[in-house]
């Protein structure tokens, strides 16, 4: 596995941040502009943190591993380090202290590496009420992955997704 950080989104992450948005149909489409808002006055509540995947140029990350073992690579690598942002989350808080996930994405060439679980555990470290959060129902990936980290089902909305027109599930952490 790579090694993985999580970091605010920074203005120069907004163009990666779209593609990997692109990349992912069931993700919530949100344009340049929504995410230049998120940094400024207007959405204080609101925060998006990016999964940075550190891969040393040149190499897949298992060979990297292996080489990182090496104690005569390492200072050579530590100077060919390349960050890859693997996957954003955005996320709101209600007035009563509840947060709620308003999209979690991972680049589809970085899923199962555990960016999508870096993101939920560093917001599950800063917060201490209920998280929600809405995943399409066909999404079973998701729901099986939000079931393993104990998220429970709520409730539904009646086509709540468009493109193609899908039920939201309302799912809960409660903390």
């Not at 990016?50 to 100077?79: C, N």
């Not at 079973?140 to 393993?148: E, G, M, N």
Request: proline residues 6%; hydrophobic residues 35%; contains cysteine.
């Amino acid at each position: 596995m790579p090694a993985i950080s999580v970091r605010p989104l920074q203005t120069s992450d907004i163009p990666r941040v779209l593609k990997i948005q692109a990349a992912c149909p069931e993700a919530a489409s949100w344009s340049e502009a929504d995410y230049h808002r998120l940094e400024g006055p207007q959405r204080p509540s609101w925060q998006t943190t990016v999964a940075v995947i550190e891969t040393h140029l040149g190499q897949r990350p298992d060979e990297q591993m292996d080489k990182q073992l090496d104690k005569h690579l390492d200072k050579q690598l530590d100077k060919e380090i390349d960050e890859q942002i693997a996957g954003f989350l955005t996320c709101a808080a209600a007035e009563n202290g509840d947060q709620e996930v308003l999209n979690l994405t991972v680049d589809p060439d970085h899923r199962r590496q555990g960016a999508a679980e870096a993101l939920l555990r560093k917001l599950l470290q800063k917060i201490s009420g209920p998280l929600f959060l809405e995943v399409r129902a066909g999404n079973r990936p998701a729901l099986s992955f939000y079931h393993k980290l104990g998220f429970e089902k709520t409730g539904q909305r009646r086509s709540y997704y468009r493109n193609p027109t899908e039920d939201a599930i309302i799912m809960i952490l409660s903390r």
